[in-house]
């Protein structure tokens, strides 16, 4: 480890569960050299001591003082106002790390002013099998449906932290979604495409996980709070290009054609060779009974990319429905 080796600091809100032993060792297995492991006792005194050290890592214990329970964003800043790295990493007491968790994170190229990174996490079951991955490349604009990684797969530089970026004691769950969008007002977010985590999503009570671990009703409730919240940042988001393609998806799931339209006609100005606008809007305008418009926008997007097949098979399928071909409409 040389001097200029960022100090990285796996923080963990713990409730001294059974599973707590399993997270510190996956957070000392840690193959990145400098590494400190924050632990908050978010039940307080009732935790059990800690050992300074595991497997060579050092170990700090919070207790709250006064001594009490701590709420899921108490215990998450009181890790902030702990933490001495100057990267940070929430690892929830029933998550795990994987031992290239930290170095691919750091070593993955990095755009200019990221300060957020996150990679997948592998979804397990309650009985630990896994059932999928969660955590893809995305835009800001997604923060209004999900959010965009797992807290534990999520590694973020601590100047977001001295810019105010905090837990809103207002949010006793979904608290990390706010947080997650209060960090992208500041910053770009990069996903690294591995999965480095194991999320146990299903086990808990929070009701902000899956299966037994999930409440839909809290959900619902608790989202609305956070686009109140942040309803002038969404606003500002969503007329970015990607958000508008990623809004017109929605709506043509929804049946919205007419919104759709407009969304894609907004992101097509702004981006007037986007391939995937342009079959999504063609397709719209199919469905909307503009055949002239979807033929058009269809065969352009097929010239500037004639190795799409997804864009042949759709401008093959308008002119099957419709009787019509698109050489009838002239060339642009």
Not at 265 to 278: F, S, Y
Request: hydrophobic content about 40%; some cysteine.
């Amino acid at each position: 480890m040389t001097d200029d080796t960022p100090l990285v600091s796996i923080l963990i809100r713990s409730m001294d569960r059974p599973t707590l032993d399993r997270a510190l060792a996956s957070a000392a297995a840690q193959t990145w050299p400098a590494i400190e492991i924050v632990v908050v006792a978010a039940c307080g005194a009732a935790h059990r001591d800690l050992p300074e050290r595991i497997d060579g890592r050092p170990v700090r214990l919070i207790r709250p003082d006064p001594d009490r329970r701590l709420t899921r964003p108490e215990a998450a800043n009181a890790c902030l106002d702990a933490a001495r790295g100057q990267w940070l990493n929430f690892l929830d007491d029933d998550d795990e790390l994987l031992p290239e968790h930290v170095r691919t994170l750091l070593e993955a190229p990095r755009g200019e002013g990221v300060r957020l990174l996150y990679s997948s996490a592998r979804v397990h079951d309650v009985d630990g099998s896994l059932i999928g991955y969660s955590g893809r490349a995305g835009f800001h604009m997604q923060l209004y449906n999900q959010n965009r990684s797992q807290p534990v797969a999520t590694l973020f530089h601590r100047s977001l932290v001295e810019e105010g970026a905090r837990f809103d004691p207002s949010f006793p769950v979904y608290e990390d979604h706010d947080f997650f969008i209060n960090c992208a007002t500041r910053t770009r977010f990069q996903w690294v495409q591995a999965a480095t985590c194991i999320w146990n999503g299903a086990i808990g009570d929070s009701g902000c996980g899956y299966g037994p671990n999930a409440n839909e009703p809290q959900r619902e409730a608790y989202y609305a709070r956070l686009r109140e919240k942040w309803a002038p940042q969404f606003e500002q988001w969503k007329n970015e290009p990607e958000a508008l393609i990623y809004l017109a998806q929605h709506h043509l799931k929804e049946g919205d054609l007419k919104l759709a339209i407009r969304c894609l006609e907004r992101a097509l100005v702004q981006r007037p060779d986007d391939l995937n606008a342009l079959n999504l809007y063609g397709m719209a305008c199919f469905h909307d009974g503009r055949i002239d418009a979807a033929l058009d926008v269809l065969s352009y997007a097929a010239k500037l990319a004639p190795d799409q097949p997804s864009i042949a098979a759709n401008l093959a399928l308008v002119e099957q429905r419709s009787g019509r071909s698109a050489a009838s409409l002239g060339s642009r």
